[in-house]
């Protein structure tokens, strides 16, 4: 439950949705990186914030896949 600094880049955008389940910086630009990181040090609300969004996604999406496999296996 910990909220999350990212660089856009790779599969980064299907695991944190910007301003709603981490915040998502630049690659290579530390002063993006420091300025996100700050806000979070500086905003208890807004890092718990995003930090309980993340998990729930995260905790949605793990248990989506696992009835989806199931649903695969009952069906096949």
Do not use: W
């Amino acid at each position: 439950k910990k909220p999350v600094v990212a660089s856009h880049s790779g599969g980064v955008p299907e695991a944190v949705i910007a301003g709603k389940t981490g915040l998502i910086v630049p690659e290579n630009d530390p002063g993006a990186t420091a300025t996100a990181i700050s806000s979070l040090l500086f905003d208890d609300q807004l890092a718990r914030r995003l930090g309980e969004a993340g998990y729930e996604l995260a905790h949605a999406r793990r248990h989506s896949a696992y009835v989806d496999s199931l649903l695969r296996l009952y069906i096949s």
